[in-house]
């Protein structure tokens, strides 16, 4: 019979290579996707850290690792903040079991995981041993006496968050060559451990940021459980370490909304003119005022903090895939490379490598243009018509996953998020954080307030109504709304034009927000004559003072 002819490819190292190299990074990117789900998912803060620490060696191929905490808590007796410290919080070897109490430890440049946590640096070592001099920390090597373990290639890596800020170091110990054998002894630590390269150096760094970034979340969701316990301080503390970029709103409208409430009981005439308020039902009003937003913790972080229209996480796996996607199309121009230079004469392969060449630079510019155009729909700009085209031109393109499936550029829903046109919010994003106000409702409502207090919860659902009757969450007409919950509204509006640069927003200067009011009071949303007191008595300059 007659042999069969090998294809180029099957002849090729350098091509099977290439084929490996895209697999292997096909691989790594789905496996970074795979656990980004995992650690969103995950709100346990003690599984979210195992989890962390063990995905991180996984991805890395490292044989130990530990995870340390910064801890930054306030001392109660210095009535300030404490020294910050490491909290040496979970260790793991795949090589030796071993007993493990967590503790703390000076937050100094003495140690690896410390230098790596001040300076926000990574720490690549290819022998622990043999640190360079210049260097001011030093390793520990009392575990590995104690345990008769051998440290040799080693990473920490810090766990950043969305603000530059260090939370946590992964320091990862013994890049292994083949990951499921153990390491029993020094001549195993010498055949089988090798450096990390700088591939699971980029791999663990990402993983560490989003790492960082669950972790922040899930200790947020365990504060705020934690602060139901409280009362109307401990409320405002709530909403304010929820979503930061609103600190002080809260108080500011509370601050505004009484100091209306005052000017309105000094009116001798008007509309008003017969309004009193007692000091009971001040401070009721204080009270509606300071817990009126409290209901934005019953609503998904995410989306109350939502700056751009895609979340963070989304985000990435776009960039993930136009990565996976720039790989396969340098892969496929080399495979063909490969193939042209096996199969044609010198002249012939020049040209048709020419040719090739020519479409790769076609196909990747065209890839970083879409990368660069979704960059810039993804902020909460308005959206025009020709740009909206455009998103719905690249979520045509297809590509093919590593299992040979045609996937599109831009899903289903990356393609609704980006073209949402005004703002970071789509409908059913906007739903959710109007419900912070039934939320707000629903938690004062359980409240035992006294007789005198007992408005709160009504006050506080109505300061989103608009007195046209288009407001929400019930359309209530003028006559059905509050006059305390109108003045709050005039003052919640305000503050929120004005308040300080949030990620979604700019500021806007004050007598802007003002003209803005006077829209609204056109357009019958807002109370005209509790506007015109807001105005004459320049409630307004109490949310610059207390900014």
Not at 29 to 49: K, M, Q, Y
Not at 206 to 213: F, G
Not at 218 to 229: G, K, M, Q, T, V
Not at 304 to 313: Q, T
Request: glycine share 4%; with cysteine.
């Amino acid at each position: 019979m007659p042999r069969t002819r090998k294809s180029s490819l099957e002849r090729s190292p350098r091509a099977r290579g290439v084929i490996l190299s895209a697999s292997k990074a096909t691989r790594e990117l789905e496996e970074l996707n795979r656990i980004g789900i995992a650690l969103s998912e995950t709100r346990d803060v003690g599984l979210l850290l195992d989890l962390i620490l063990r995905k991180a060696r996984e991805i890395t191929g490292a044989d130990a690792g530990s995870l340390y905490l910064v801890e930054r808590d306030a001392d109660p007796a210095n009535r300030g903040l404490r020294a910050p410290l490491l909290r040496f919080k979970l260790i793991q070897n795949d090589s030796l079991q071993f007993p493990f109490s967590e503790h703390t430890l000076s937050l100094t440049e003495e140690s690896i995981a410390g230098y790596c946590a001040l300076h926000a640096e990574v720490i690549e070592l290819s022998d622990a041993y043999r640190i360079p001099k210049p260097r001011p920390f030093h390793f520990n090597s009392s575990f590995d006496q104690e345990a008769g373990y051998r440290t040799r290639s080693l990473i920490a890596l810090p766990m950043k968050n969305g603000k530059g800020e260090v939370l946590g170091v992964l320091q990862l110990i013994n890049c292994k060559r083949i990951p499921k054998l153990r390491l029993t002894d020094a001549a195993s630590v010498r055949r089988l451990v090798h450096p990390f390269p700088e591939r699971s150096v980029r791999l663990g760094l990402s993983l560490a940021s989003q790492a960082a970034v669950a972790y922040e979340n899930s200790r947020l969701y365990r504060d705020i459980e934690n602060l139901f316990d409280g009362f109307v301080s401990a409320a405002v503390k709530a909403i304010e370490q929820r979503d930061p970029t609103t600190s002080g709103h809260s108080q500011r409208v509370c601050e505004m909304t009484v100091a209306l409430a005052e000017a309105v009981d000094r009116e001798p005439r008007g509309p008003y003119g017969d309004l009193r308020f007692s000091r009971e039902q001040m401070k009721e009003l204080r009270y509606a005022a300071l817990l009126h937003d409290f209901g934005k913790v019953g609503v998904r972080e995410e989306v109350l903090i939502k700056a751009k229209k895609l979340y963070p996480m989304q985000f990435v796996r776009v960039l993930d895939r136009f990565d996976y996607i720039r790989r396969d199309i340098e892969a496929r121009i080399s495979q063909q490379k490969v193939e042209v230079l096996l199969s044609l004469s010198r002249k012939e392969a020049e040209k048709r490598l020419r040719l090739l060449d020519e479409e790769a630079r076609r196909l990747l510019g065209e890839l970083d243009r879409y990368a660069e155009f979704i960059a810039r729909a993804n902020e909460p700009t308005l959206l025009p018509t020709a740009d909206s085209e455009m998103l719905t031109e690249i979520a045509r393109k297809t590509y093919r996953d590593p299992r040979g499936t045609e996937r599109p550029y831009l899903s289903s829903e990356e393609l609704r998020f980006l073209s949402i046109p005004r703002g970071t919010l789509d409908p059913d994003e906007r739903r959710q954080i109007e419900s912070h106000v039934m939320h707000s409702f629903n938690f004062l409502a359980q409240i035992p307030w006294t007789p005198e207090f007992r408005g709160i919860p009504t006050i506080a659902r109505a300061h989103h109504e608009k007195i046209n009757g288009k407001g929400y969450p019930f359309g209530l007409n003028s006559a059905q709304i509050p006059v305390q919950a109108k003045m709050m509204t005039i003052c919640d509006i305000y503050d929120a034009l004005s308040a300080s640069d949030r990620p979604y927003k700019r500021a806007i200067p004050a007598d802007r927000a003002l003209d803005i009011l006077k829209i609204c009071v056109r357009e019958e949303e807002i109370d005209s004559e509790l506007f015109r007191v807001f105005l004459d008595a320049r409630v307004y300059r109490l949310a610059g003072k207390s900014a």
